[in-house]
Structures are given as structure tokens and as C-alpha cells.
């Protein structure tokens, strides 16, 4: 397979530029034009960049090779900046949240051969990546019939223990805005419930611990 960098032009409701992001072609992309493929949407931890994504692919090529999972496209989400949790920022900064989901995932259905559908998209993440993975698959059912939630903090910042509290440290003043009413608003627990009918019985998820 081969894999390369791209941008995507972001609208002037988000943040009105380009955005790069990575993406990986399977090994018979070029050759086989009257294929569509899934894509797995790939969310890297706190503090990594698109180069980040690296390992997966590796893993994923090597999977494809061996014929143990079907061909699929893997895109490598640029966090913007990292510690946003993959929602817009409170202060309206960073809204990787409406990148993704309005410019990201059009853009890439439009210019690369997809399933554009749900049972097509799958969003994954590790750590923060983790949390990203959850929020979004569960706010945006209808988008994602696949979603993995690798080591994710999903421990609220209003526990005082010292793990949640270390980890919420840096993000809940950046991603949150220190506002506890915002991060219940945008909490997987939250949206898992509001939209439980929409994930029940239709969307396959995983949580692995760290």
C-alpha cells in the first residue's frame, strides 16, 4: 500500500483554511477503480500529529496482505494542536469536532473512492485519541457503524482522585474551557445515553484498557 500526506479546505464556520491530514491506500487501490472502500478513521493521543499514526497503518497493511481483514483506506485526523479532546474547544479556537465532521469526512467521500455510509466509517483513537473516538462515535451515530476506544480517559474531571486529576490537568482548561456544564454536554457517557437507540444493535464498539 502506499500512504501521503493531503489537506482538506476547512469553511469559514470552522476554522477557514487548510487542514492536512494522512491517508493510506491499500495495496490495489490504483488497480481495482471499480472498488470502494471503508475507512477507518484514525485519532491520534495527546500531543501526536498525523506522523503518529504510523504503527496502525504498519499493522493494518500487513492484515491486508495477509487477506485477515478486508482492503480499506485509513486516515490520519489532524488533532489541531492537541488537548481538545476531539471537541471544539470551549473558547472556539480549535472546533476540530466541526473540522472532522463537517470538512474531513465530505472531503474525504468526495475525493477518494468510499462506502460512504456508516457501516463504512469507523473512527479509532488511543488515550485522548480514545476519548475522541467515543465522543464522536456516539454523538454522530449515524455517521459511524464502527468505533474503537483504545486506553481512554473517560474518568470526569470533577473526580479528585490523582490519575483523572493528572490527566484533566492541561485538558480540561483547553478542551473545556474549565466548564464542567460544557463537558457534560460533550461527555461519552452522555451521548452514549441520549443516543442509545441509535447505537443499540447497529454499531459494533470496543473499549480496550490500557
Partial sequence: GDWSSDVCSSDPDTINGDVNYRIYFPPDYERRQDLRYPVLYVLPASGQTTLSGAEVVRRVDRAIRASRISPML???VNGLRGNTMYCD???GKFPVESV???NLIPHVGATYRTIASREGRAVDGFSMGGFG???LGFKYPDLFGVIS???PPLLGPQLKQQLPMQA???LFPMAMGSDMEYFLANDPFTLAEKNADKLRDRTV???VCH
Fill in 89 to 91: 474547544s470551549r473558547d
Fill in 74 to 76: 485509513v486516515v490520519i
Fill in 149 to 151: 476506544i483504545m486506553a
Fill in 205 to 207: 464498539i470496543r473499549i
Fill in 100 to 102: 472532522i465532521v463537517k
Fill in 133 to 135: 473516538a467515543a465522543h
Fill in 168 to 170: 484533566w490537568s492541561r
